[in-house]
């Protein structure tokens, strides 16, 4: 089993920063990718970034590109996720996920966090 546990949501103004922790522990080995999503009341979860734990490489939401970079510590077992220039339409509950396999070619999320709120005050 592996566990998820994001830290570092809150309140900041707009065009302010924040950076988002996911530490994972337990069977780890082997992990393909890791991610964020996000979730905001009444809306569906949606992908925000993802990276690749052996090569680095990053993938972005349109909505993120240039305002956000995810980031990995292979030793600590943790993502990040700095996000610049908040803006109003960022609010929500922020997850973290973990992929062990592939499906279709594409990163199956199989493991989630709790999530972390973020909150944007104009």
């Known amino acids: 089993q592996v566990q998820l546990v994001e830290s570092g949501g809150g309140l900041v103004q707009a065009g302010g920063s924040l950076r988002l922790s996911c530490a994972a522990s337990?069977?780890?080995?082997?992990?393909?990718?890791m991610g964020w999503f996000r979730q905001a009341p009444g809306k569906e979860r949606e992908f925000v970034a993802d990276?690749?734990?052996?090569?680095?490489?990053?993938f972005y939401a349109n909505s993120v590109k240039g305002r956000f970079t995810i980031s990995r510590d292979t030793v600590k077992n943790t993502v990040y996720l700095q996000m610049n220039s908040l803006k109003p339409a960022d609010p929500a509950d922020y997850y973290c996920a973990l992929s062990i396999r592939l499906r279709a070619g594409r990163y199956e999320y199989d493991y989630w966090g709790p999530g972390t709120q973020v909150t944007v005050s104009s």
């Open positions: 337990g069977r780890t080995f082997g992990t393909y990718a």
């Open positions: 990276i690749n734990w052996s090569a680095g490489s990053t």
